[in-house]
Nanobody, 114 residues
Framework: EVQLQASGGGLVQAGGSLRLSCAAS????????MGWFRQASGKERELVAT????????YYADSVNGRFTISRDNAKRMIYLHMRNLKPEDTAVYYC???????WGQGTQVTVSS
């Protein structure tokens, strides 16, 4: 059974930082691309960032490029999202995602106050 456990969310002031973590199990983690998505209240889920199986290539949505960094540790079966210079519009539930099997974690809430 695929499991993706996201953690690290919380309440932070604008301009602050958070690091999200996602622990993966139940599949060949090192073989697959992974990503982070987010969904703000009343809005559709949107892609935030992706990382290839090796970690050598990443992609960022324009809205977070230059502020967020995605990374992975295949030995620990973890992916991370380091978020800096957070803005109120970053407020959302953040989900980690495994692309090949289209699996989702339970999400972690990030709230940025102005």
């Amino acid at each position: 059974e695929v499991q993706l456990q996201a953690s690290g969310g919380g309440l932070v002031q604008a301009g602050g930082s958070l690091r999200l973590s996602c622990a993966a199990s139940g599949f060949a983690f090192g073989d697959y691309g992974m990503g982070w998505f987010r969904q703000a209240s009343g809005k559709e889920r949107e892609l935030v960032a992706t990382v290839t199986w090796s970690g050598s290539s990443t992609y960022y949505a324009d809205s977070v490029n230059g502020r967020f960094t995605i990374s992975r540790d295949n030995a620990k079966r973890m992916i991370y999202l380091h978020m800096r210079n957070l803005k109120p519009e970053d407020t959302a539930v953040y989900y980690c995602h495994e692309f090949k099997g289209d699996s989702w974690g339970q999400g972690t809430q990030v709230t940025v106050s102005s």
